[in-house]
């Protein structure tokens, strides 16, 4: 069945770097890929939506210089976090919609976990 | 956005079946409603969509009433594993809803 792969699952940065997370459909293709942010105990909350070919919409009070989206193939969709902080750290979760499904049936990466020390 | 309400948590037992409700009274025409579940550290799976009356499939029934302003994720027979979150979502895509708080499900033996 279509999965999402999201890589790396884990990562340890320090304050200030830039961390960036691939969100990969493996055998399907997504014009339209979503990522999200989870704190402990807290539930998702949408970021951005990335688009093919053009530019990502980000939910409001998402900073869009700070959270940089790029998707640039039918299958890639990357998050680069930049100029990270210790307040950045948090679960974050790409998802692609099911082709040929209602928009609403996702198939989630298994998230990557950043820590910024 | 349709507003999803939730209960915050739910204990159950070995082989019971566990209903959890979705409250979303400002459902729209064009929404879908969608079941996901969650374990720790993990990314959220599908469990079952539906649009009206019932759905059914491996794992799971949904049961929407007629005014769709409510829904009921079935879960028959549930073992351990399936101690986790659950949460439904409602919208016409993932641009346009909104994660609830979610149910944490607790099964016991």
């Known amino acids: 069945g279509a999965v999402v792969s999201q890589h790396p699952s884990w990562v340890i940065c320090k304050s200030g770097t830039s961390v960036k997370i691939e969100c990969r459909s493996l055998?399907?293709?997504?014009?339209?890929m979503f990522w999200y942010r989870q704190f402990p105990k807290q539930s998702l909350m949408l970021m951005a939506t990335?688009?093919?070919?053009?530019?990502?919409?980000?939910e409001q009070g998402v900073e869009k210089d700070k959270f940089l989206i790029n998707h640039a193939s039918l299958t890639l969709s990357t998050l680069t976090v930049t100029s990270a902080h210790p307040e950045d750290s948090s679960f974050y979760i790409c998802?692609?919609?099911?082709?040929?499904?209602?928009?609403?049936?996702?198939?989630f990466g298994n998230g990557t976990r950043l820590t910024v020390t | 956005l349709a507003k999803t309400t939730q209960p915050i948590s739910m204990d159950s037992y070995e082989g019971q079946e566990v209903n959890i409700t979705c409250s979303h009274n400002?459902?729209?025409?064009?929404?879908?409603i969608t079941w996901y579940q969650q374990f720790p550290s993990q990314g959220p799976r599908f469990i079952i969509q539906?649009?009206?009356t019932k759905v059914t499939n491996e794992v799971a029934s949904l049961f929407i009433p007629a005014d769709r302003k409510s829904s009921t994720l079935s879960l028959p027979r549930v073992s351990l594993s399936d101690t986790a979150v659950y949460y439904c979502?409602?919208?016409?895509?993932?641009?346009?809803?909104?994660f609830g708080d979610g149910t944490t499900l607790t099964v016991k033996p």
């Open positions: 998802s692609a919609p099911l082709p040929g499904a209602p928009q609403l049936t996702l198939h």
């Open positions: 055998d399907f293709q997504a014009t339209t």
């Open positions: 990335s688009n093919e070919g053009s530019k990502a919409t980000y």
């Open positions: 400002n459902i729209a025409t064009n929404d879908y």
């Open positions: 539906g649009y009206k």
């Open positions: 979502l409602v919208g016409p895509s993932a641009g346009k809803s909104t």
